[in-house]
């Protein structure tokens, strides 16, 4: 007999049996298996459309946009701070983008310094 487990699985027992197959279909279908081996329910993309990765973007977005408030309003009222001064860390935002590209490069060069310590590849 096969067995399905997993710790990562949403593994629920069914809480009623499954609904009868509708018999008003004009030319018949084979049914769609609603049920594993195991006899639990199968989760269908329409019972949670939120993932966790969605969840987690939704959460990260919002602490930016708090962090921009926050921290925008903190210049703007108590350091009297004006125009594109007010964003909180501007110098850091303004060499982000240069830092980005610098660390790419970076590991850019160090595989490619690997490809040739390794002399490249080796055919099979």
Known sequence: QFTLTSKHACITKPT??????????AKPTEPQPTHGPTGQPYHHKEDNPISLGTIL??????????YLIAGTSFMYFRRG???????PNLAFWMMLPGLVKEGFFFIVDKVKALRRLRGGYESL
């Open 16 to 25: 009623q049996p499954p609904p009868p197959p509708a018999t008003t279909q």
């Open 57 to 66: 973007d939704i959460c990260a977005l919002m602490l930016v946009i708090t």
């Open 81 to 87: 701070e004006r125009g594109k001064d007010a964003l």
